[in-house]
């Protein structure tokens, strides 16, 4: 469970933003919360703002943390750049460093980790947890001098093995340190991001052993699109060989790499024969109609015939199942596209719901809905807002409760007034 994120220094956010799951003292929705010892933990943030605003780079900054953090060791070679992305609107903050924090709860044991870094090296990095309910340190590191409390000798036989483009946590974990393994399980198994709907063949391939997973991905197709009445998922495994029989849709990059790995295959193969076999998910979905005797009759549409809103539902439908079966956190750029507004509540209300959340899952998204400001799904401490300074280009990211509201305040309302900002300025003709 994620508690909190701090970054700075990224993209359009210069100074320093902070995204808090922990929830302050509203009585609405209260049992939607997450317990924690003495902290309840919101089940989800929506972030809102304008085109160009910013929000979509709280995701970006997010996603790019996480990955670093889980291939750091693996990408990191010699020469390698950190990919991170200054504040480029001055003439000082691209030589000053990229900053991520992460407050989260794993297993039951709270974490705190951060690293900063220039596109050079890494200048500062810590990690500290409580296995025991006190915070302690696991350790600290300013550039390539290193502080352990814990294990120290082991530990600085693994800081001798760490570049300056390197994190020591992705290290540490490569080389078995039980604190850092642990650590590192939350960024590697319990965090989503969403994909584009391009991805439904490669998902159905990745959960047709189970039906649990297919038969949600069928019921999220059903509420997408009310005219569908069942779903069928057929498997197709074709063993292709020198005749290269290979499917028409896919590129000419990818057969001569296919074709190069089958001849390997063939050269290094005990067998006289090397053989690759293809598989291909073919997904129908089952619509109501009228025949010829004017009985009604369900006919088969393939999935590239159904609505974009459907497949946008269904290629989204794995990921929220995943982390609501096993907790975790899901991130989603712009959840609104291409669905229908009562679709985004139907997702909300998922992970609002102890009955389908048990587990504590959260979801962060962007978006443009502002019904949900309504607070029918939400709370006011769950909506956000990202804005960019016009003077000099900066975004900032605030909640509601950073300002001063009342129980009977109509957030919407004043949302469209301008009273939080992070609205477009636009002058719209009068219409006579």
């Known amino acids: 469970m994620l508690v909190e994120f701090r970054f700075k220094n990224y993209r359009s956010f210069r100074d320093e933003a902070t995204l808090s799951m922990e929830a302050v003292g509203l009585s609405s929705l209260k049992n939607s919360l997450i317990e924690y010892n003495d902290m309840n933990l919101l089940p989800g943030v929506a972030i809102f703002g304008k085109n160009g ?9 997010f996603w790019l943390g996480v990955q670093f953090i889980r291939n750091a060791q693996r990408l990191q070679h010699e020469k390698a750049l950190v990919p991170v992305v200054p504040f480029s609107l001055n003439d000082y903050s691209s030589d000053e460093p990229t900053e991520f924090e992460f407050d989260y709860i794993s297993n039951g044991i709270k974490y705190w980790y951060s690293f900063a870094a220039t596109r050079e090296k ?17 350790f600290v590191r300013n550039g390539q001098e290193f502080k352990f409390t814990e294990d120290k000798a082991k530990r600085k036989l693994i800081s001798q093995t760490v570049a300056e483009n390197q994190l020591f946590f992705s290290n540490a974990c490569t080389l078995n340190d039980e604190a850092c393994i642990n650590a590192m399980r939350w960024f590697r198994e319990d965090i989503i991001f969403s994909r584009a709907y391009t991805d439904i063949p490669r ?29 069928s998922f057929e498997i197709e495994n074709k063993e292709v060989g ?6 028409s849709d896919i590129s000419e990059d990818m057969k001569t790499a296919i074709t190069s790995f089958i001849q390997l295959l063939s050269e290094t193969s005990n067998n006289s024969e090397g053989k690759l076999k293809m598989s291909r998910v073919k997904a129908n979905a089952k619509h109501r109609g009228i025949n010829s005797d004017g009985q009604t009759s369900l006919y088969n549409l393939e999935l590239e015939d159904e609505s974009d809103g459907t497949r946008k539902l269904m290629s989204i439908a794995p990921a929220i199942e995943s982390v609501l079966r096993k907790g975790g956190i899901l991130l989603v750029d712009e959840i609104e596209r291409e669905l229908h507004p009562m679709l985004v509540n139907f997702i909300i ?27 029918e799904y939400m709370r006011k401490d769950q909506i956000y807002f990202a804005d960019k300074n016009m003077e000099d280009g900066a975004s900032e990211l605030y909640s509601v409760t950073d300002f001063t509201t009342k129980t009977s305040d109509n957030i919407l309302k004043g949302y469209l007034v301008g009273k939080y900002g992070a609205t477009p300025n636009l002058e719209i003709e009068e219409v006579e």
Not at 122 to 138: N, T, W, Y
Not at 242 to 247: A, G, K, R, T
Not at 353 to 372: E, V
């Open 53 to 61: 605003g910013g929000k979509s780079n709280v995701i970006r900054a």
């Open 122 to 138: 890494i200048v500062r990095e810590s990690l500290f947890h409580a296995p025991k309910g006190q915070r302690a340190q696991v």
């Open 203 to 231: 998902q159905l391939l990745e959960y047709y052993d189970d039906s649990n997973m297919l038969k949600a991905i069928s019921d999220y197709a059903k509420n997408a699109d009310f005219g569908i009445e069942e779903m």
């Open 242 to 247: 020198d005749d290269l029989e290979l499917p």
């Open 349 to 375: 209300a998922k992970f609002m719901s102890k009955k389908s959340n048990p587990k504590g899952a959260q979801i962060i998204f962007t978006t443009h809905n502002i019904d949900l400001m309504k607070l």
